[in-house]
């Protein structure tokens, strides 16, 4: 049996989505794909413009003419890859509280998720990518050859947040993070518009209790077995 070809991530905020992606594509030399920058990319930069957040067409307008890519890391900070908006190297701002509490209503939005699907869709059709985020088993990869659902409990993902923001240097309210983490699950499992949800076929895993190679390994020793029926 072939290693899948595509493999979607799915899941809530922080629940080990992207640091699962990155182990998974560097192992089996994929491309890293961390769809939720996008979302992010464009929220920073309708902030930047001073954009009222409220006005769902002048979101949408600026996320249909901005250029957001990804490049491989060229600072060895901690960072996945370079976020780059129009050029200029945005990979810290896009993980500034000020974004946290506003990229679950942008991506709400059905012009910013149709501009950004469209280029998430046409970097998966090229193969050998691991996607992560809220909607690539159900809609931007339906038919990506392994999908994984990763959740876990929000006390948890709040605790690890907020770990992250203190390893940083950066400050950090565990209870404030949790309310945030709570706000965004509603926002973005109750949206119309590609609800988070895990797909049909997706297999599903709790990682309360896990540390990161143990959820790495669970999910390597699916990509490599014959035929892993959906859990
Ligand atoms: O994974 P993250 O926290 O960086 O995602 C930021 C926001 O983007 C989150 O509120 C959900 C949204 N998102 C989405 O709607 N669809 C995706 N494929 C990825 C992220």
């Known amino acids: 049996m072939p290693l899948p070809f595509t493999i979607a991530i799915d899941g809530p ?16 030399g994929y491309l890293f794909f961390d769809t939720g920058v996008m979302y992010r990319a464009v929220t920073w930069a309708a902030l930047e413009n001073g954009l009222d957040i409220d006005d769902e067409e002048s979101v949408a307008r600026l996320a249909q003419t901005i250029d957001i890519d990804l490049r491989p890391p060229s600072q060895a900070d901690g960072r996945n890859c370079d976020i780059l908006l129009n050029g200029k190297d945005i990979t810290w701002q896009v993980r500034r509280p000020e974004v946290d509490a506003n990229v679950s209503q942008v991506s709400a939005y059905a012009g910013v998720r149709q501009a950004m699907t469209v280029q998430q869709r046409r970097i998966g059709a090229r193969g050998r990518v691991v996607m992560v985020g809220r909607d690539i088993g159900t809609v931007v990869m339906p038919d990506a050859d392994l999908k994984i659902y990763l959740d876990a409990s929000p006390e948890e993902r709040a605790r690890r947040r907020y770990q992250e923001l203190l390893a940083r240097g950066e400050a950090a309210d565990y209870e404030e993070i949790l309310a945030g983490v709570r706000r965004r699950d509603q926002i973005d499992s109750t949206r119309d518009l590609a609800p988070l949800r895990p797909a049909s076929d997706a297999h599903r895993i709790n990682s309360d209790g896990m540390d990161a190679e143990q959820v790495f390994s669970v999910v390597m020793n699916l990509a490599t077995q014959d035929d892993p029926p959906a859990s």
């Open 13 to 28: 905020a922080a629940s080990g989505k992207s640091t699962l992606g990155k182990k998974l594509a560097d192992a089996l």
